[in-house]
C-alpha cells in the first residue's frame, strides 16, 4: 500500500552523527519536526535550528517551501538564518583578517537565499557591506566575496537601489575605471552598475557622470569574454535608460570611439566562439541601435516644409541633372511632374505627399538620398533603366523603396524593445558606420533585379514585394557575416530558387490530392505518428538543458531534465553550468513519478508566467514555457532554450500521458515523413508488373528509422 500524499520521507544530517530517516508528516508545523530531529541528536534550543537541502544551493526550508521537498531527498540541520545572518554580520566586522575572509566567503554563498537574505537585511547588513566596500579597505579575494553578497542581496528585491549612497557608486565605478583591478572585482563592479542603472533612474543619472562610453570601450579589447559582456551589458543599460535627447548623442560618442569596429574585431571575429549570453546583449545592441530610426520611422513629411522639399528636389536633379532646367514657371512644373513620374513616385505634383504616411515617414526618404549620394552611379542606372521603359514593366523607384523601407523596419523590429531571451543579432550589421543604408541599398537592387525577373507590372506590385520579404528573411536566417556574403545569398534566391523552394516546400500540401493516394495517407499516418512518438521519448530519456531566468541573466544557473529509460519516472536537478553532454541520472537528486503527472500546460496557463509581472513578459519567453502539473498540486515549470526543444518537450509530454501531439513541429514532421514514405511506396509501384489474377498480395508497409540534427 503506497504512504499517504502528505508522507515524506527523507534523510537528515548532522556533523559526526549518523543520519536520521525519517518520515516527514507535511501537515505537522515545521518548528515540531526540527525539535524532534534535535532531541534524536540531543540538541537543546531547537527554535535556534533550521532544514537546509545537502545538495545543490542548499537552500533552508520554509513552510512556504516545504512542498517542494520530495521522497529520497537528503536534508541537513543547520543553525536557523537569523542566527547565522547574526554569526556571520558579527564575523564580517571582527579584527582577524582570515575570520572577517572566511565569513565573507560563506556569506557569499548564502546570500542567495532568499531566507537568510531577509533576516541579515533586517539586521541593516546591506548597510554595513556598502561601508566596508566606502571604507576602499578591501581588497583581492575579501573585496570580490563582499560585492558578490553585496549583489546577491540586492537581487532579491527586498530593499530599493534609490538608498545607494554616492560615495559608494563612486568606490565602485572606481573599480571599474582603473586600468588594473582584478578580474572577479572588474565583472561584479560592472553588474553593480548595471542594475542601479535598470532598477533606478536617480542612480542612471550618477552612473552616467562616474562612467565614460571610453572606458568601458577599454574592457571590450580584453580576452575574457565574461568581462566583455558585462561591459557591453552596462553600455546596453545607459542606452535603454538614456532620455530620448541624449540616445542620439550617446550614439554619437560610440561612433566616434569606434565600438562598433572593436566588437567586430575583438567580440565577433575573436578566437573564442560566442557564447549565450553574449549573443544576447550583441542582439540588445542591435536592437536599441536600430531604435535610433523610430523618430524618422515616425516622422510625417510636412508637404510646406521647403527644407525637406529640397531633398526630393535632389534626388530628382541626381538623376536627370537639372542644371538644363527651362525659365518659365509652367514649363518647369511640367518638367518636375514628369520627373517625379519617372522617379516613381505615386503623386507626380507634389511628391512629398508620399512620405506622410508611417511608418516608414521621412526615413524612407533618408534612404533615398543615402543611395542617390553615396553609391550614386547605381541610383541613377535604376532610375534610368525603369524611366525608359515604355512596356508596362519599369520598376517605379520611388513607391518601391518607401514600401522596401516599411518592410525592414518590420522584418528588423525597429521601435520594438528587446526580447530578453532572444539571441537573434546579425554580425554583418558590425561590419559598416553605416549598416542599415547600406542593408536597404542591398535590398533595393535586389527589388529591382526581382521585379525584372518577374516581369511585373504595376498591377504585381504586392507579389513583387512579397517575394523580395521573402528573399530576405531567407538570407538573413543564414547569419551572412558580411554584406558582400549576403549580396551572395541573395544571388543565390533569385526569383527561379524562391519559385522551386516554395513548390518543394508545398509539395506534401498539392501533390497526392487524388483519393487512392489520401486513403494511402491516412492508412500510413498511424505508423508514422508512432514513429514520431518514439523518436519524441527517445529525446526526453536523453534529456535537456534549462536555463533559470533571474535578475542577471549572466550569471546563469541551469537545470537538466531526463526522462527514465522505463519511461515511469521523470529525473531533474540543478547544475553549475550548462552541460556538454548526457547527464547522468545519479547526479539529478529529484524526481517525479509519471504516474502522478496530471497535465502539461503552456504559455500564459503556465504558473511561472502568472506569478510574474505583467511588465516583465515578453511574447518569445511566453512562447516557451511550459509546465508539468503533478500530484498533489505542484508544478514542474520550464522555459525552453529554443522553439525546437518546446515541441520536443511539449509533444514528448503529451505522448507519455497518451494524448494528441499537436506542436508545428510534429505536423511538419508528419507531412514530410508521410510524403517521403509514399514516394517510396510509388516508386515500389511503378516497378510491379500487375498480372491477370490471381490480385497481388498487398505489400507491408515499409519500415525505416529518422534521426535529428540537434544542434
Not at 499517504?4 to 520521507?9: L, Y
Not at 552523527?17 to 531547537?46: F, Y
Not at 521603359?389 to 523596419?409: N, Q, S, V, W, Y
Not at 505518428?529 to 534529456?543: F, P, T, V
Request: net charge negative; proline share 5%.
Amino acid at each position: 500500500m503506497p504512504p499517504p500524499a502528505d508522507i515524506v520521507k527523507v534523510a537528515i544530517e548532522w556533523p559526526g552523527a549518523n543520519a536520521q530517516l525519517i518520515e516527514m508528516d507535511q501537515k505537522r508545523p515545521l518548528s515540531s519536526i526540527i525539535r524532534e530531529v534535535c532531541d534524536g541528536w540531543s540538541l537543546s534550543g531547537s527554535e535556534q535550528f533550521a532544514l537546509r537541502y545537502a545538495d545543490g544551493p542548499q537552500l533552508y526550508i520554509t513552510e512556504q517551501s516545504r512542498g517542494e521537498i520530495k521522497n529520497g531527498t537528503i536534508l541537513r540541520l543547520a543553525i536557523s538564518p537569523a542566527r547565522a545572518a547574526r554569526q556571520l554580520l558579527e564575523r564580517i566586522q571582527s579584527h582577524g583578517i582570515d575570520a572577517r575572509l572566511e565569513a565573507l566567503k560563506e556569506l557569499a554563498k548564502l546570500s542567495a537565499d532568499p531566507t537568510f537574505a531577509a533576516e541579515f537585511i533586517n539586521m541593516e547588513g546591506i548597510g554595513t557591506l556598502a561601508r566596508l566596500v566606502e571604507s576602499g579597505t578591501h581588497f583581492g579575494e575579501m573585496l570580490a566575496f563582499t560585492l558578490t553578497a553585496f549583489l546577491e542581496l540586492m537581487d532579491h528585491g527586498i530593499v530599493s537601489w534609490d538608498l545607494i549612497s554616492l560615495s559608494f557608486i563612486k568606490q565602485i565605478a572606481g573599480y571599474v575605471n582603473q586600468p588594473m583591478v582584478d578580474v572577479s572585482i572588474l565583472q561584479r563592479s560592472l553588474a553593480i552598475l548595471e542594475s542601479m542603472v535598470l532598477n533606478s533612474h536617480s542612480l542612471y543619472h550618477r552612473v552616467a557622470q562616474e562612467i565614460t562610453v571610453g572606458q568601458l570601450i577599454g574592457h571590450l579589447q580584453v580576452s575574457n569574454q565574461e568581462i566583455q559582456t558585462y561591459a557591453i551589458a552596462l553600455i546596453n543599460a545607459l542606452f535603454l535608460k538614456a532620455p530620448e535627447d541624449r540616445r542620439q548623442e550617446m550614439a554619437s560618442t560610440l561612433a566616434q570611439k569606434h565600438l562598433r569596429s572593436i566588437i567586430l574585431n575583438h567580440v565577433i571575429r575573436g578566437n573564442r566562439p560566442i557564447k549565450a549570453e553574449m549573443a544576447h546583449q550583441l542582439y540588445v545592441l542591435q536592437v536599441l541601435t536600430f531604435n535610433l530610426l523610430e523618430e524618422r520611422m515616425m516622422t510625417k513629411m510636412d508637404p510646406n516644409d521647403q527644407a525637406q522639399r529640397d531633398i526630393i528636389f535632389e534626388l530628382r536633379k541626381i538623376a536627370f541633372d537639372g542644371e538644363n532646367d527651362p525659365t518659365g514657371t509652367e514649363k518647369r512644373k511640367a518638367m518636375y511632374s514628369k520627373d517625379y513620374k519617372m522617379l516613381g513616385f505615386t503623386n507626380h505634383v507634389n511628391p512629398a505627399m508620399d512620405f506622410t504616411q508611417t511608418p516608414p515617414g521621412m526615413l524612407a526618404l533618408d534612404n533615398m538620398l543615402y543611395l542617390a549620394k553615396v553609391h550614386q552611379d547605381t541610383y541613377i542606372r535604376i532610375v534610368l533603366e525603369n524611366s525608359s521603359r515604355e512596356d508596362k514593366h519599369e520598376c517605379p523607384f520611388g513607391r518601391c523603396a518607401i514600401e522596401l523601407t516599411r518592410m525592414l523596419c518590420e522584418i528588423l523590429q525597429v521601435g520594438e524593445l528587446p526580447n530578453e531571451g532572444c539571441n537573434d543579432y546579425h554580425p554583418m550589421f558590425f561590419t559598416h558606420d553605416r549598416a542599415w543604408e547600406e542593408f536597404f541599398c542591398v535590398c533595393i537592387q535586389l527589388l529591382n533585379k526581382t521585379w525584372k525577373e518577374m516581369r511585373a507590372t504595376a498591377e504585381d506590385f504586392n507579389k513583387v514585394m512579397q517575394v523580395v520579404r521573402e528573399q530576405i528573411t531567407r538570407a538573413l536566417a543564414m547569419k551572412p557575416s558580411s554584406l558582400d556574403q549576403l549580396k551572395n545569398k541573395l544571388r543565390g534566391l533569385n526569383y527561379s530558387e524562391i519559385l522551386r523552394l516554395r513548390q518543394s516546400e508545398r509539395m506534401s500540401q498539392d501533390d497526392f490530392q487524388s483519393p487512392p493516394i489520401i486513403e494511402l495517407r491516412e492508412r500510413i499516418q498511424p505508423e508514422i505518428l508512432e514513429l514520431i512518438k518514439q523518436q519524441r521519448l527517445n529525446r526526453l530519456c536523453e534529456g535537456s538543458c534549462f536555463r533559470k531566468l533571474g535578475n542577471r541573466r549572466r550569471q546563469e544557473k541551469f537545470w537538466f531534465c531526463r526522462l527514465s529509460l522505463n519511461h515511469k519516472v521523470l529525473h531533474y536537478g540543478d547544475l553549475d553550468e550548462s552541460p556538454q553532454g548526457e547527464v547522468p541520472f545519479e547526479l539529478l537528486s529529484d524526481k517525479i513519478p509519471v504516474s502522478d503527472i496530471k497535465s502539461v500546460v503552456t504559455g500564459k496557463d503556465c504558473p511561472h508566467m502568472k506569478e510574474k509581472s505583467a511588465l516583465k513578459q515578453n511574447k518569445e519567453v511566453l512562447e516557451l514555457a511550459f509546465s508539468v502539473l503533478y500530484d498533489p498540486d505542484e508544478t514542474l515549470n520550464f522555459v525552453a532554450p529554443n522553439k525546437y526543444e518546446y515541441c520536443i518537450w511539449t509533444d514528448g509530454m503529451c505522448a507519455l500521458l497518451g494524448r494528441e501531439m499537436g506542436s508545428d513541429l510534429t505536423r511538419s514532421d508528419l507531412d514530410t515523413l508521410i510524403s517521403m514514405e509514399m514516394k517510396l511506396r510509388l516508386l515500389d509501384l511503378e516497378n510491379i508488373t500487375i498480372p491477370e489474377a490471381p490480385p497481388p498480395v498487398p505489400k507491408e508497409p515499409s519500415s525505416y528509422n529518422f534521426t535529428y540534427n540537434y544542434s
